[in-house]
Nanobody, 127 residues
């Protein structure tokens, strides 16, 4: 079973930047949908940015398009989320997620379709 280890969360002022990392172990993640979901208390987990490691196709939530960038390093089985121009509404617990991809197209952003999850890392953006 895949193990996902996240790092890089923290606190930052609005307009600042953070970089999250998610390292997958126990599998070779070269044919996977890996990415980031976020959740705030009382709300459903929301897909933020997901990459298909087979080909690099990406999908982003509308609210983060142009500010957050997901990338991959297949040699390290790791995906990164570069978060720029952060806003207070980006404050949430961020979870790395994994599922095997079915091809090289865009991955689904429905959390119910993902079976592998990291422990989460908190991102707090103050105004």
């Amino acid at each position: 079973q895949v193990r996902l280890v996240e790092s890089g969360g923290g606190s930052v002022q609005a307009g600042g930047s953070l970089r999250l990392s998610c390292a997958a172990s126990r599998i070779t993640a070269s044919n996977a949908c890996m990415g980031w979901f976020r959740q705030t208390p009382g709300n459903e987990r929301e897909g933020v940015a997901i990459i298909n490691t087979r080909g690099g196709s990406t999908v982003y939530a509308d609210s983060v398009e142009g500010r957050l960038t997901i990338s991959q390093d297949n040699a390290k089985n790791t995906v990164y989320l570069q978060m720029d121009s952060l806003k207070p509404e980006d404050t949430a617990m961020y979870y790395c997620a994994f599922r095997w991809s079915l091809g090289s197209g865009q991955c689904v952003a429905d959390h119910r379709r993902y079976g592998g999850w990291g422990q989460g890392t908190q991102v707090t953006v103050s105004s």
